[in-house]
């Protein structure tokens, strides 16, 4: 199948099932789910739809049976959005990326702050670093 119909197709089917999840689902089970991206089997049988959850992960955990219970009024709702010979199946996926990407972030600025020139291990002539006792904007 050409991939700019798949990407349509996906396209729909992430509309959908946010807006689905944000306007018309009332459990409360399912709160703070951000619909991240979508992927559509080739044969047009099977969708994954990758969703944030915002919570600890018993919360996360909560949220996702939620949504795994509520897959078939999703695909309903689907079904009368795609005109397609099969509506996909809908299967939610927790997207650990947004949270690999913060931890990355924090790594990342953690090594920064370790080797930068600034650090009071580098210095060998003990000047004095900008918070102490520079006028700052903290000194007002």
Do not use: W, Y
Not at 48 to 73: D, I, N, R, T, W
């Amino acid at each position: 199948m050409k991939t700019h119909r798949l990407a349509r197709v996906a396209e729909v089917v992430r509309e959908v099932a946010s807006e689905t999840i944000l306007f018309e689902m009332r459990d409360p089970r399912v709160r703070g789910v951000t619909v991240t991206r979508t992927e559509v089997s080739g044969d047009l049988q099977h969708a994954k739809v990758f969703v944030s959850v915002m919570g600890s992960p018993q919360e996360q955990e909560l949220c996702l049976h939620g949504l795994q219970h509520a897959a078939g009024f999703i695909q309903s709702k689907l079904a009368s959005r795609l005109k397609t010979r099969f509506t996909p199946v809908i299967h939610f996926v927790l997207d650990q990326g947004v949270k690999k990407s913060i931890e990355m972030t924090r790594l990342i600025n953690e090594a920064l702050s370790q080797h930068a020139p600034g650090n009071q291990a580098d210095k060998a002539d003990g000047t004095a670093e900008e918070g102490e006792g520079g006028s700052g904007p903290n000194d007002l």
